[in-house]
């Protein structure tokens, strides 16, 4: 194995090394290597291995400006400086407790072989699961006053045989929210990040980026042959991307891993390549679990808007408050309490209010009484894509939420792709993408003005995950793929493989408040007529069993979860019940145990500060009977291990609702067999045993 010699200390700058020799980069353990040149005609590009085998073939870099001249050929390649990191952090609030950094660097220059002047750095980290490289460009004659990008020519071709690929559409009007694909590399279109890949010879990657701020987000499109090439969401004036140099870009990145499981443990990359905390004390950030006045709206039992279905009613409120305490939830999200949900509510973005409320919900009584009770009540404000509404009132609606003591305000988004309305200063309105570099802006804005109020937000409708949890560490959970509100009008509604893809694909970038938790499968008479959602269908029935809704709550990792169904069928079902009142939703560890994208997966976590395990396993449309052994369990201990199963004959078309709960003793020696019925899962509790 190649690797070059790094100074540990830091830095090693081999200043004049010859422009026309490839420069090499390795991970600390030496497997994955990442490789920099210049192809014939000067291109800028980079290639990388893993275990010596091509992970990812000669693949260009560069940039495309409007009106200046950009970087795509005749270029020559110098070494700048070299670094390496070996050191570990603690997160507020995470997957785990401690990230450990372990990287090597070197950043290079590429410049134009007739004028030095003309120049971009690209810095390369290369850790033991993956890379990330972005483009620095400084400050240049060439490039002055306002810099238009109109293409990044970043591309990243993959070895072609026997590739599959994970992925759902890019650039459409459903924004991220639709049914994973699988297919062959070539047979991809344009497509949302993360997208995985499984190469011929079983290796995984997956290609996203970290720390997406003043930039637009990063799609693959398949060009020629096997190439995928980036390309940024276009902002409604034109280019990609406005900013000036000196700029950086986001991280590109891309994952490796010898099998699936090892996508979902090699996440902290994009934590890594994301800067501090930038907001100092954040212990007001609060992981947590709520309820809320909303699965009714989704099934058509309650409405938004005002009227004898209004479902954010003080008394509606007030039950559900009550329920929450009892059972030890933190918090309960109302949506609908706010004017502007009358009639059409998605054509409604120009009239929100965001701070009156309905004449039936008194906010002051609700915040009140939510606090009496130790339960907090969680915040709402769906824009309908209208982001200058929003911003026009957003320091008053979080003043009003910061007075009544609200500290998570869920957001929304909903408008197609491409129809977030901005009205520029002239008054002109121009629509963007979700991903596009004025939403990136617009998140950014919102999460400083509610943490200076001490809130917290959690975003549907929302630009994909980067990392950024990282620097702000309020941006506690979003949405950003099909979520369970498919379960109530999706048509069709998520498939048994759904849960099964997303760990290796939307859950890699980070949380997902995907709200899980619905125990009445099946629908009832008057659900869904009138559908609930404009453009929803009746309600169809859920596809998973009940024992894989609690499994969920493992799997699919946020810091705030919701017990997403009416109250009352909880109380139906108080047994299973009892496993989402018990599951913590920080932690100190968590691991990826076993699984294959798209069939299953079973991760185990352990309680941020706590010595009691929880595991979530989940299967596709196939039972399968799968031996987990304990190993991670603390050697010598016996636990008790709660086991919420599918029971006889369960099976998510069929006969969706048997689940055995029992309990064993077990210790970090044993294997347990867990049996997941077709679209089923197991969920299990390991508590220390006493004595
Ligand atoms: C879409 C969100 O995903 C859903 O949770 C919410 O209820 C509606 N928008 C209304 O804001
Ligand atoms: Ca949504």
Redesign the pocket.
Known sequence: MKTLLLSAAGTLALAGAASAQDLEVASPHGDLVVTLSTDGAGRPTYAVTFEGETVVEPSQLGMRFAEHRGFQEGMVLEEKDRAAADESWEQPWGERRIVEDRHNELLVTFMDEEDERRRFDLRVRVFDDGLGFRYEVPKQRSLRGEVAITDELTEFVLPEADTTAWWIPARMWNRYEYIYEETPLGDIHTVHTPVTFELGGGTHLSIHEAALVDYSGMSLTLGRGNRLEADLAPRADGPKVKLEAPFETPWRVIQVAEDAPGLINGTDIYLNLNEPNALGDVSWVEPGKYLGI?WG??LGTQT?GSGPLHGATTENTKAVIDFAAEHGFSGVLV?GWNEGWDGDWYENGDVFSFTESYPDFDIEEVADYARQKGVRLIG?H?TSGNITNYEKQMEAAYDLYERLGVAQVKT?Y?ADGGELKRVGEDGVAHYEYHDGQAAVEHHLTALREAAEREISINT??PVKDTGLRRTYPNWISR?GAR?S?YDAWGQPPNPPEHTAILPYTRMLSGPMDY?PGIFKLRPEAGEGSPPAYPGGEPRPDVRTTLAKQLALYVVLYSPIQMAADLVEHYEEKPEPFQFIKDVPTDWEESIALAGEVGDYVVIARQRRGGEDWYLGAVTDEEGRALDVPLGFLEEGRTYTAEIYRDGEGADWETNPYPIAIESREVTSGDTLDLPLAPGGGAAVRLVPAQG
Request: proline share 0%; charged share 35%.
């Open positions: 909303w709206m989704h938004w949506e709402h769906e929304g909903v549907h409708e949405e979520g509100e709200t």
